[in-house]
């Protein structure tokens, strides 16, 4: 995302956890909202387990509520923790599943959060189809059998639990790369660029725009570059649940082309970059809007639901008013609605 700094424009890349600390001194705060972990603090509290990136651990209790463990950092009711002891592969979501469950699944914690890095970080150095691909689901799935059974053992101890099982997003196939400062240099705006009066936060198969000046011509000229699928702005933003406001004035999601790869998954994404090279033609990617990467799964099991598919539209932020609903803690305010029958 891209910062305000002594008026400029500066993109950071959030997945460092050191990035906490720097939006906090730009905008004296780490998020708008509460979170779980603050929500549940005096109610049963909060802890996770994550392998995914630093800085999107981190920001699951910023201001450290709960319990977060990462194989980075660690922190538990304000005070420092040791970090997890696995690696960021397939191999240490399996060694953080096993000891969360020794760990958290022992405890009497409200809600407790285990994310693993796989099949995401797989897909993102491996084909979608591919032989890759299966292993990190199949050895993903393994995980959640693990923590399924573990939590099958408290039910028959008569604990009220309801298990959620989802993902964040799904993946697409990237077809072709585009430089969006390259083309920004070639469409006219490479001094807006390089005086921070613009710029792209590169988000995969999407790209954020931000601007301090006039904005129209260059979200113009991102309308018809063909390397473009759909370009939100405005309200667009809203709907897609993008703080706006600022200096952030769109949102691009990149092109999608027919096609199938060498596995005959459909679709070829254009992805964006910064920079001479880009090495992820072929592999996974994600982060813009289209059609299979907001099509992720999501699963809730306890033993008031009965067995069905629904067919909703659905978002990731209504999670957390689902799990607070259960848990019988208020979601006035929230932006999503709890999935649970009323």
């Not at 959620?164 to 072709?176: A, K, P, R």
């Not at 920004?184 to 601007?211: C, P």
Request: charged share 20%; glycine share 12%; hydrophobic share 40%.
């Amino acid at each position: 995302m891209a910062l305000v700094h002594e008026g400029r424009l500066t993109v950071h890349d959030v997945a460092p956890h050191s990035f906490v600390r720097t939006l906090r001194e730009a905008t004296g705060h780490a998020l708008n909202v509460p979170t779980l972990a603050q929500r549940l603090r005096h109610s049963g509290g909060f802890a996770a387990y994550s392998n995914v990136s630093a800085g999107a651990a981190a920001f699951l209790d910023p201001d450290r509520h709960g319990t977060v463990r990462h194989r980075n950092f660690g922190h538990a009711s304000g005070h420092d923790a040791a970090p997890l002891p696995v690696s960021h592969d397939i191999s240490g979501d399996e060694m953080m599943t096993r000891q969360f469950i020794d760990d958290v699944l022992g405890s009497d914690t409200a809600a407790c959060v285990l994310w693993l890095a796989n099949p995401d970080l797989t897909l993102h150095g491996a084909p979608l189809g591919s032989p890759e691909h299966f292993d990190a689901l199949a050895r993903s799935d393994a995980c959640v059998a693990q923590v399924e059974a573990a939590i099958e053992v408290r039910r028959r101890a008569n604990e009220d639990i309801l298990l959620i099982v989802g993902s964040d997003h799904g993946q697409e196939c990237v077809g072709s790369g585009v430089d969006v400062h390259a083309w920004a240099e070639s469409s006219g705006f490479g001094d807006a660029l390089r005086q921070g009066k613009i710029a792209f936060a590169t988000q995969g198969t999407a790209v954020l725009v931000y601007a301090l000046e006039q904005s129209g011509p260059l979200l113009d000229a991102l309308q018809v570059a063909p390397w473009t699928g759909e370009v939100a702005t405005g309200q667009g933003l809203t709907r897609l649940h993008a703080h706006h406001g600022g200096a952030l004035v769109g949102a691009v999601n990149m092109a999608r082309r027919e096609g199938l790869n060498a596995y005959g998954v459909p679709g070829q994404r254009v992805a964006a970059f910064e920079g001479p090279a880009f090495s992820g033609i072929g592999f996974g990617q994600h982060g813009g809007w289209g059609q299979d990467e907001t099509r992720p799964f999501l699963t809730m099991q306890h033993a008031s639901l009965e067995q069905c598919r629904v067919d909703a539209s659905t978002c990731l932020v209504d999670i957390a008013p689902t799990i607070l609903n259960f848990l019988g803690e208020p979601t006035e305010g929230m932006d999503g609605r709890s999935l649970l029958p009323a």
